[in-house]
DNA sequence: TCAGTTGTTTATAT
DNA sequence: AATATAAACAACTG
């Protein structure tokens, strides 16, 4: 699940029903979703501190407080919940943040990715230093720059979340057939017209998503398809190609996208 | 039983 | 040096 539309989502969870309350006690029910902290230390280090305004950088969540900033990443699998009242354990249950008005439960399955803990807001910033930008913070003109030079293929570099931070499998697929541009192609191929039109859809489909909470599953959209079987493309029922790029499985339309 | 999975990091190869 | 690819991580689903 956890693109940056998700991730938006967990934020906006935290802002909403988190930010204020004091937080009473860490039940950490899985250790392994640590990373670089013990269960111990980070008890001690959050317990008393309130929960302040929450951000988000790519597909991480920065939930501060008054004291440590705690640093969530969802990996493919996890998401956050807000519970005003104590709750029983979900299944996939591996930590739970117990405040003064409610539980804020981080599940997460398969546990590829986890939390950490800054010290602060500077500390945080280093933990997340090789991040590019936040793709919704890319301004008009600067996706060329960002692509220039890099001859991987242009689905390979918007997953890169060191060249910006937030797009994933399926978010790069949607955003590659709304602008009618192969996923194969080399980045530094794509023209200049190539790239706002790039650069227009990718807002487009993150607005949309963003309010959406989700990349949603609509037949109108490629990501409405793409686990049909013998799926075709919803602009004009062309089979869709498949392969594996950057790793991951790529659907395109041979037809508006070419290649 | 086996392949596949909406992500990231590390190691290895080019 | 920069870039590309694969494996590992974990726990499911079809």
């Known amino acids: ?40 230390k980070l008890t001690s280090r959050l317990q008393g501190h309130r929960f302040a305004q929450p951000g988000r950088r790519g597909k991480w969540v920065i939930a501060r407080t008054d004291g440590p900033v705690i640093l969530m990443h969802f990996g493919m699998t996890g998401s956050l919940r807000w519970t005003s009242v104590e709750a ?15 539980e804020l439960h981080y599940d997460d399955m398969r546990k590829l990715t986890g939390i950490s803990l800054a010290a602060n807001d500077d500390d945080a ?14 301004q008009t003109g600067e996706l060329a720059g960002l692509l220039r030079g890099r001859r991987a293929a242009v689905k390979t570099v918007l997953m890169n979340q060191h060249v910006i931070a937030g797009l994933g499998n399926l978010l790069t697929d949607e955003i590659l057939w709304r602008a009618c541009i192969s996923p194969r192609r080399p980045a530094s191929s794509l023209t200049a017209q190539e790239a706002r039109r790039l650069y227009a859809r990718m807002r487009w489909v993150l607005r949309t998503t963003m309010l959406a909470g989700d990349v949603p599953a609509r037949p109108s959209w490629l990501t409405g398809v793409r686990y049909r079987p013998a799926a075709r493309c919803p602009r004009c029922r062309t089979s869709l190609a498949s392969a594996r790029i950057g790793g991951r499985t790529s659907l395109w339309c041979p037809r508006c996208q070419g290649d």
């Open 88 to 102: 029983p354990a979900e299944r996939f249950e591996r930590l739970t943040f117990v405040t003064d008005g409610g």
């Open 125 to 138: 910033d280093r933990y997340l230093s090789s991040l590019g930008p936040d793709a919704l913070a890319v």
């Open 1 to 40: 699940m956890p693109e940056l539309p998700d991730v938006e989502g967990f934020r906006r969870t935290l802002a909403r029903h988190a930010a204020g309350r004091r937080i009473e006690r860490v039940h950490v029910r899985d250790p392994g979703v640590l990373r670089g902290v013990t269960a111990a």
